[in-house]
């Protein structure tokens, strides 16, 4: 399973965010979604997409050893080892950490769980392993 | 408590700047649902009569629904409503895009702007915080530019809502603007805001929006999407949108043509889906959560002149295209994207210039009046006008006043042929003879617009020269549609896919806890229907029977051509058609609600004492 | 020979003998228009005629054993 995106399939529904902060917070809440969209209006006319490629770099970077792969391959943070220091979400080259109240200091980060490319309804996020079959 | 809602109304007074909350009361919630139905409950208990429209008493009122902002497709509507400078009375409309998620995220169920503040100010909402930013370097531009600069000022997630040039020169069909090519376009909820100076709203929040059961609306989001994407008319209508419209209403002769002269433009393919999308469109434009977005980003050109602009809608290519005489979608499109701009109702807007082109061609109103000759088919000219108006200049001015003072001005008979119910422009289905259809617009609450009941398939299905069950129709849509502005979603997935609109109320239990039936939220859809009848018959003098009444030229003459060319309705059956919707629905023979109506929908307290 | 009829959207309540798809048998090969006339439909409800997945006019003709399927109109914005 890997995360891709075609942004001239892209509606800027945000689907995508609401369906992230569901499955993973149980929160009506695109505000705590582990990825974004962005519309450029009037120029150039599109949206982009700001998603976790699973690189490790946060990882990498983590003072505390509390960012570790899982058996899928994603990244994810373990809460209780996490300080707080927010070094991965600054290193983050896709800026996609991201920080929310609720969550206190450690940030939220894409699980890789693949809702949104189940339910993205224009086929802009798909899966480029062909694991999950775009909508579209 | 009940779930689902954000939780507050905020109270925002511009006279002293200062805002306030007070809890969502849970009576309102079972009786008014949201959205639509906060809208109209809040105007009833807050604006006096004898209230102006641009005065400082009047009052603009903006809530999110129950169903807003959720993973259910189409969730991104937002309800606005104040006292209607076109018409006097009540006032509504509803916009799409993505405000009503983050105004629910920022606590708001509905937002009260009242009072008038000295200087032209950005209201901003960061949370439940509130603060004034001064608007007057932007106050003058068009809505692209505004939304833009706040966006760079603010953050790129903001939601902004914005008047341009035609609310600030007080045309009376202003409209708001959102996220590049959303409106809160009818009745002049955009001139309220323009009259109080507030240049934008700005709204960000990060709240939760409760829900009774997050697990079970990720699954009723899921498999609504699932279904709404199964239906048979997806992959054939999603592409390409309203405009798919076109040729079934050329085809039997519903598309306004030459204001309103006939129901089908020569050439009318130019404007149909399949052309925009080969001429137009680049990318979809989608509000909250939408599997069928039917926003069409692309650009409009006139004389190698471009605009970028989402749409047009099958309004605005009524309106904007076949009215206007012009048959080139991307001429449309074009036009389109200036209305856009200038903060103008397209549907109005195009009605208007429309009249004004009818007057110039029947040597009503001269070229040097008008300030050049208006011919149908003269894109540029309609452009140039649409500017007049929206900087109110020359004849521009007193188009501004809508069609129904322009007409009364220039008089010569041209009265007759300007379309409008109640003081608002009628929009885009000729239906003189489609009984259901007239009666719609005769009846809907703010006046000659198509959205609260469109009966054109049912008169085409059942006969037009049939009466049986037209009243009955138009009843029963003027529940079902407006439901959807109360629950705070779009009524697409039903109107465009197919889905069946009372699986509906399947999601009021995961969302709020409380379980409704079809039938149950169809009775609040009656009491808000009421109410705002009521409103219009508190704030609008002599309101009553002749408030209903089609214009002239729908009792007076046939289409000039086309498949229904000569026929028409008289006026004893429009009256026949009103007398037998006022028994239906309880009302007096001069269309006033009655009391035991009144008393049986919990309104009690707007029976005249 | 015959085709099948089959109606999708908010048409259907107008034809209760319609609401599952329904077999119209044709003495010789017909227009979509003979078809609607036939059953009962005017030719300029539909907001749409598929035939193979593919739209057609009132006067294609379907060929044997095809299934027309009838969308609905929208109702604009």
């Known amino acids: 399973m890997k995360l891709a995106y075609a942004a001239d399939k892209c509606s800027g529904c945000r689907a995508c965010e609401l369906v992230c902060a569901l499955e993973n917070f149980s929160a009506l809440n695109p505000k705590k979604a582990a990825l974004r969209v962005s519309g450029h209006f009037p120029v150039p006319g599109r949206y982009t997409l700001a998603f976790c490629d699973q690189c490790g770099t946060c990882a990498e970077v983590c003072p505390t050893n509390a960012i570790n792969k899982d058996e899928n391959g994603a990244w994810l943070i373990n809460g209780e080892d996490c300080i707080g220091c927010g070094i991965c979400a600054l290193e983050c080259p896709k800026d996609v950490m991201y920080l929310h109240d609720d969550n206190g200091s450690v940030p939220i980060k894409c699980t890789h769980c693949g809702k949104c490319m189940e339910y993205c309804p224009t086929g802009a996020l798909f899966d480029a392993d062909g694991a999950i079959l775009p909508r579209r | 408590m009940i779930s689902g809602y954000a939780g507050q109304t905020l109270r925002i007074n511009l006279n002293n700047r200062q805002s306030s909350t007070s809890p969502t009361p849970e009576s309102w919630k079972k009786e008014y649902l949201g959205g639509r139905g906060f809208v109209a409950r809040a105007f009833w208990e807050e604006i006096k009569p004898g209230t102006l ?235 909250t959560s939408c599997a069928i977005p039917c926003g069409k980003w692309g650009p409009g050109v006139v004389n190698g002149k471009v605009k970028p602009q989402e749409g047009p809608e099958y309004e605005s290519i009524a309106l904007l295209g076949s009215n206007l005489g012009i048959n080139d979608i991307q001429q449309v499109a074009y036009l389109n994207g200036v209305c856009d701009e200038l903060g103008l109702d397209s549907i109005s807007a195009g009605n208007v210039v429309a009249w004004a082109m009818e007057c110039y061609e029947k040597g009503y109103v001269a070229a040097e009046e008008l300030g050049r000759p208006m011919r149908f088919g003269d894109a540029e000219a309609a452009a140039w006008m649409f500017e007049e108006i929206a900087y109110g200049r020359g004849f521009g001015k007193l188009l501004g006043q809508g069609v129904k003072a322009a007409a009364a001005k220039v008089g010569r008979g041209s009265e007759t042929f300007a379309m409008q119910i109640k003081g608002l422009e009628i929009s885009g289905y000729e239906a003189r003879y489609a009984p259901a259809m007239m009666l719609s617009y005769m009846t809907c609450d703010v006046g000659g617009h198509h959205n609260r009941s469109w009966a054109v398939t049912f008169d085409i299905a059942t006969g037009r020269e049939n009466f049986e069950g037209k009243a009955e129709r138009v009843v029963w849509l003027q529940h079902v549609r407006p439901l959807y502005d109360t629950l705070g979603c779009c009524r697409f997935p039903w109107v465009e896919a197919g889905i069946e609109p009372s699986t509906y109320a399947d999601f009021m239990e995961p969302i709020t806890g409380v379980k409704w039936t079809w039938d149950e939220l169809l009775t609040v859809s009656e009491r808000i229907w009421n109410l705002t009848r009521m409103i219009s018959v508190r704030h609008v003098p002599g309101f009553g029977r002749a408030s209903d009444l089609p214009p002239a030229r729908w009792t007076l003459e046939g289409h000039v051509d086309g498949p229904t060319a000569g026929k028409h309705f008289t006026p004893a059956q429009a009256d026949e058609l009103l007398d037998r919707y006022y028994a239906l629905r309880g009302w007096d023979s001069n269309g006033i609600p009655r009391a035991e109506k009144l008393q049986e929908l919990n309104l009690g307290f707007c029976v005249a004492k | 020979m015959y085709v099948i009829l089959r109606l999708e959207g908010h048409i259907r309540e107008f034809y209760p003998h319609l609401q599952e798809p329904t077999t119209i048998f044709l003495s010789r090969p017909a227009t979509v228009a003979e078809i609607l006339g036939q059953a009962g439909i005017p030719a300029e409800l539909p907001g749409a005629v598929l035939c193979g997945k593919l739209r057609v006019g009132l006067d294609h003709v379907p060929e044997d054993g095809q299934e027309l399927v009838l969308l609905s109109p929208l109702a604009g914005g």
């Open chain 2, 53 to 287: 429209p641009l005065g400082p008493e009047n009052k603009i009122f903006i809530a999110p629904g129950p169903y807003s902002g959720q993973f259910l497709s189409s969730s991104g509507k937002l309800h606005f409503g104040a006292l209607s400078p076109a018409t006097g009375g009540y006032g509504d409309s509803n916009m799409g895009g993505h405000m009503s998620l983050e105004l629910k995220q920022a606590g708001i169920d509905l937002l009260i702007i009242e009072g008038m503040a000295d200087t032209p100010v950005t209201i901003v909402i960061d949370n439940g915080a509130v603060s004034f930013r001064d608007a007057s370097a932007y106050w003058e531009s068009d809505t692209y530019v505004s939304e833009r600069r706040l966006k760079e000022e603010l953050g790129e997630e903001w939601q902004i809502a914005v008047i341009g040039p035609a609310a600030v020169h007080g045309v009376v069909y202003a409209c708001i603007q959102h996220d590049f090519g959303r409106q809160a376009g009818r009745t002049g909820v955009g001139t309220v805001m323009g009259s109080k100076k507030v240049k934008a709203i700005a709204v960000r929040g990060s709240k939760d929006i409760p829900l009774a059961n997050p697990r079970a609306a990720l699954a009723a989001g899921e498999k609504f999407m699932d279904a709404v994407m199964k239906q048979p008319g997806y992959t054939h209508w999603q592409p390409y949108g309203t405009p798919e419209v076109v040729p079934w209403a050329s085809g039997v002769g519903v598309m306004p043509t030459r204001n309103f002269q006939t129901g089908q433009i020569e050439g009318y393919n130019g404007l149909n889906g399949p052309t925009m999308k080969e001429k137009v469109t680049e990318i979809d434009k989608g509000c």
